[in-house]
């Protein structure tokens, strides 16, 4: 390769930022996150060359990585709150379904109670037994 002016080298790392950022690389794997290793290969130079002569360049990339890092927490917590809203539904579906439950057991229970009173009553020798007109006992 021949020897590049400053200002071309700054450009031609600048432009490979700028490809990796907008996820259309030349050179690199595309979905590759911006990183100096990134970078440099894009560019066609060193990592050395970016971390001595291009600093400005360097905090571009470090911000490409925090911004990434930045979304990734964001996506996160924007899970975590769905999850934790989901939970709090189905704590207090939780809540309702015991409260019927327990409504249900108590008529239950008041209903076995009734039935055993008047199999009792059936039972008992006072009664007597209707007859309806087919001839059955009603």
Sequence with gaps: MSELSESETHKRIRMAVVRL??????VVEKGRKVS???????AGVSRALIHRDYPDLMERIRGNANKVIQ??????????KQERFKNRQLRQKIVEL????????????????????????LESKSVTMFRDKSGKKT
């Design 71 to 80: 979304k990734q927490r964001d996506d996160k917590q924007l899970r975590l």
């Design 98 to 121: 015991t409260e019927q439950r327990n409504e249900l057991a108590s008529k239950n229970a008041t209903l076995q109670l009734e039935n055993r009173r008047l199999s009792a009553i």
């Design 21 to 26: 950022e907008k996820g259309k690389p030349m």
């Design 36 to 42: 100096v290793a990134a970078v440099a290969e894009e």
